[in-house]
């Protein structure tokens, strides 16, 4: 009992130890936001300051291009998550359930694409959109974006895909559905899980990144949240507290989602190791 | 009307890999064909090319006199129950049942009356808002068999569909499958490994092994009058004895095995054939009900009788299997269990040479 006692203190000692590590940004993040002025270093240990505004804001909503911003990101991640999970859910099937001269080499590609570090593919990605004419576009930003996400994608739902058996379709072709009909009646509803974690990924690439959409989008009004926040930087100075509160309103759809999608994405993550 | 028809079909898998070939089988309208055999006979994938989910790569398949050869799965008018049930996980039972039905798109209301008939045939009425999750093996095989029936198929397929079920659970939904055919009065092929259930439930039985078709007869021919060594083994528990000899002529037709343990005289028996075979290679069958203990001296012209030592008896409650080595083969008798011998006791057998069968030693086709 004591030997367990003690293992257990230092259990939540460890526990409690990260969980610290990982609000403490946060909450100095919203107490920046709080702030008068653009105070970033603060001596009180206070989360909300004494002076506490929400001046950052209103002024980020009201005076800014924020709303711009937030629009453009979103609207770009569901376009990116929507091509996301209609091109790897189809793809993966077939990379599934299909033997087709060329599928060994197309699954072997499409791994290796991932083994390319993104900085290194950004020079050539962008000499191809600006001989396209798709550079600083919706369009061009939201291809880089699904190309990126789609091979993890891919396999990912063709691995999901393996572990249904054959014989759910082959029934449902019997019961009178076209082949189409029987993926999208049978198959499609029971890699839920697997579409969930698809689609979560698609959003995360195109919500939160940075280093391609700083190359790519040149004019404000296209600019991404991230782009978005990065310009409240300068030479000489930072904005800090609409620095702050941006971070902080950019994070809130992303735990929202997270929090909505546990249920699937803990039973996608499982799935496989039981099955029945 | 719902004749099944295949003519010279072949199947061949990638790499030239030969699993079905020149089979020719006529399933009679309201018939319930078996096929049988050792798994990789053959025997699925013949059940799976008459419902469409395997290509057949060369013959002809009829349903209804109607050429099916590239007519989608759904267009057969065919249902088909799967090892492994194959239900839905995501629709409780009525849906399960149902679906197939609004793929068809039904009227509503007759879509109910049918999936309620089934489900009264079937007993399982108190389970139509169940997952296939929360359902034991056996109401899922039920499920399964519904989805199969509210449909009006004029085919049924079943492909194992009791291999997955406990001992007891097997007997009892064999029974049930055999009184649906009577009830449906529908066509049914099903496929099973198992020659009791074979034996029990088909009105004729189709022996594959190696992709071929080995015989196809009622049951009790099959038991009776086996075409070959193979289908002699295959039905029958346990199955039937071999022992190696010739066939010689010495003062009439006479067998003698391999060591000359067994010679007798076979000028009582009818069959000609047997003179055609002197001196070649041929197999004794003996099934193991007809050896018989020696216990008084009635002496029959047709019997048989040797000596062996007892290896193995197994009391079966109200039979005994006794494992004996007859001239360097091992054989099982079945005798009535009130015979309880030790290991190693020598005793005297007795088997009547009317009821044994003679194989060609290298085609290995009944003589």
């Known amino acids: ?276 | 009307m719902a004749e099944v028809k295949l003519e010279n079909i072949k199947k061949v898998y990638e790499g030239n890999v030969i699993a079905v070939q020149d089979v020719n089988l006529t399933v009679e309208d309201r018939e319930f064909v078996v096929l049988v055999g050792p798994s990789g006979c053959g025997k699925s994938t013949t059940l799976r090319m008459i419902a469409g989910l395997e290509e057949i790569t060369e013959g002809k398949l009829y349903i209804d006199n109607k050429l099916m050869n590239d007519v989608a799965p759904k267009d057969r008018d065919i249902a088909m129950v799967f090892q492994n049930y194959a239900l839905y996980p995501h629709m409780n039972v009525f849906d399960n049942m149902a679906f197939g039905l609004k793929i068809r798109k039904f009227p509503k209301n007759e879509i109910k009356k049918r999936v309620e008939v089934a489900a009264k045939i079937l007993g399982i009425e108190n389970l139509l808002d169940r997952k296939p999750k929360a359902l034991s093996g056996g109401q899922r095989q039920r499920v399964a068999v519904g989805r199969a029936i509210v449909r009006k198929p004029k085919v049924f397929l079943f492909d194992e569909p009791l291999s997955n079920l406990d001992a007891k659970l097997r007997v009892q939904m064999r029974t049930e499958i055999s009184k649906l055919h009577e009830k449906l009065e529908a066509t049914m092929v099903y496929v099973t490994h198992d020659q009791t259930e074979a034996m029990t439930m088909g009105d004729r039985i189709v022996v594959m092994k190696d992709g071929i078709v080995h015989q196809i007869d009622t049951p009790l021919n099959l038991y009776y009058h086996p075409a070959n060594k193979f289908v002699a083994s295959f039905i029958g528990s346990p199955s039937m004895n071999f022992i190696d000899g010739k066939i010689i002529s010495e003062n009439g037709l006479k067998y003698r095995s391999s060591s000359g343990l067994l010679n007798f005289k076979l000028d009582t028996l009818a069959n000609k054939n047997l003179s055609n075979a002197i001196n070649k290679k041929v197999y004794l069958g003996i099934r193991p009900e007809d050896f018989r203990i020696k216990t008084d001296e009635t002496i029959s012209d047709t019997m048989v009788t040797f000596e062996s030592i007892i290896g193995v008896s197994e009391p079966m409650g109200n039979e005994t299997y006794i494992y004996f080595i007859l001239d360097g083969v091992q054989c099982v008798a079945r005798v009535d269990s009130m015979f309880n011998f030790k290991t190693a006791s020598q005793v005297s057998f007795q088997f009547d040479f009317t009821k044994a069968h003679f194989f060609d030693g290298e085609s290995e086709n009944r003589i």
Not at chain 1, 247 to 261: A, E, K, R
């Open chain 1, 1 to 276: 009992m004591k030997e367990n006692k003690l293992v257990n203190f230092f259990i939540y000692l460890f526990l409690i130890l990260f969980t610290i590590a990982a609000l403490y940004p946060v909450i100095n993040v919203f107490s920046i936001s709080l702030r008068p002025g653009d105070k970033l270093l603060s001596t009180s240990l206070e989360i909300i300051p004494d002076n506490a505004t929400l001046k950052s804001y209103i002024e980020l909503f009201a005076e800014r291009e924020f709303l711009l911003w937030v629009w453009n990101s979103t609207f770009i991640s569901f376009i990116v998550t929507l091509t996301g999970v209609v091109l790897a859910s189809t793809a993966g099937y077939a990379l599934s359930r299909f033997n087709f001269i060329g599928k060994q080499i197309s699954m072997m590609s499409i791994i290796t694409t991932q083994m390319f570090p993104a900085t290194m593919l950004l020079l050539p990605m962008y000499i191809m959109l600006i001989e396209l004419g798709l550079s600083n576009s919706y369009f061009g930003i939201i291809i880089v974006y699904t190309s990126t996400a789609l091979p993890f994608c891919v396999w990912q739902m063709k691995g999901y895909y393996d572990t249904i058996p054959f014989s759910l379709e082959e029934a449902a072709r019997i019961d009178g559905c076209t082949r189409f009909q029987a993926f999208y009646k049978i198959i499609l509803p029971l890699a839920a899980p697997a579409l969930v974690i698809t689609a979560l990924f698609s959003f995360m690439t195109a919500w939160s990144e940075y280093i391609v959409a700083a190359q790519i989008l040149q004019d404000t009004k296209l600019y991404t949240l991230p782009i978005g926040l990065k310009s409240f930087q300068s030479n000489l100075t930072t904005e800090w507290g609409l620095y702050a509160a941006a971070s902080l309103i950019v994070s809130i759809p992303v735990v929202i989602l997270f929090i909505i999608l546990s249920k699937w994405l803990v039973s996608g993550l499982t799935l496989g190791s039981v099955k029945g």
